[in-house]
């Protein structure tokens, strides 16, 4: 069975500076779970960039392997899109942003993703400072390969299995503040009041903006003892489908800046998110560190622009490159005549 969205629209929805409506940063219908947490992002990444009027065909997007990188799908059909190899999307982006400088560079990708398999490429990116926005929609689960643990998983933390985690888990936000990001926020995919403002700012940094954003897994974010698990649904429905998925209610949540939410996730556990306060300094990269291993250490999940420098050199300006997309250079810039490649050439001697 196939689905298609209808192409009527009301004629009185509301536009931006463009002209353009909502409807028109939309993609493809979700295939995710209901309740995925990585529909909110994409919704908020869809909002973000209408607000922004930014024009859909200025927009790049690149994914790698997993439930997150399925969701460039979903938001901004009308931009260029890339999906690569498994935790491979920042070589791409870095690739296709030094040939073409012009563009909006949206690099969506999971803790699988940029934790485990994608680890070196993630902490490559990162130093070398590529100006990209790149979203880590964090589940600490594989959700493709049925709910094991990832690498971002908390210690202690049980599978759907019932079985704990043995394993200290990565923390990327701590990372890419020690390698030296540019500009590093966390956030939780049902916050939209924090997360489309900390996108916004992420899109006209110029430098590598990472956003980590905490998503629950409506599928394998459950237990042995969830009445939603797996396990009790088998043993209680006399005929169901092998791969029955439970609809599931998205977790939102909405708290003021300061202050310390509890959000209770699909199986029941709760989670402890903590939003920066006015008095944070958010250009202190080191006061940034200290913060979120003391809030880490009390069981909370610190939230919010957490460090962003005042200026910086993204990788153009290190390299030195030409100010034009490659393709729009000419024959004359792009073959200077043999007397410059003798000069070349003689400076290598």
Known sequence: MSYSKPKFRHPDLPTNELGLTKSDYEGAISTLCAGCGHDSISASILNACFEMSIQPHRVAKLSGIGCSSKSPAYFLGKSHGFNSVHGRMPSVATGANLANRDLIYIGISGDGDSASIGLGQFMHVVRRNLNMLYVVENNGCYGLTKGQDSATADLGSATKKGIAN???????????????????????????????????????????????????????????????????????????????????????????????????MHDGSAVHLHKTGADFDIHDRHAAMEAVYHHKQAGEILTGLLYMAHDSDDLHEVLGTVSKPLNALTENELCPGSRFLDSINEGLR
Do not use: W
């Open 166 to 264: 043995p394993y200290e888990p990565m923390d990327l936000v701590s990372l890419a503040l020690q390698i030296g990001a540019t500009f590093v926020a966390r956030s939780f995919s049902g916050d939209k009041r924090q997360l489309e403002p900390l996108i916004k700012a992420a899109i006209t940094h110029k430098g590598f903006a990472l956003i980590d954003v905490i998503s629950p897994c409506v599928t394998f974010n459950n237990s042995v003892a969830s009445t939603k698990g797996y396990q009790y649904v088998r043993e209680h429905m006399s005929h169901m489908a092998v791969d029955f998925v439970p609809m599931r209610e998205e977790i939102c949540t909405s708290y003021q800046a300061g202050t310390t939410q509890q959000v209770c």
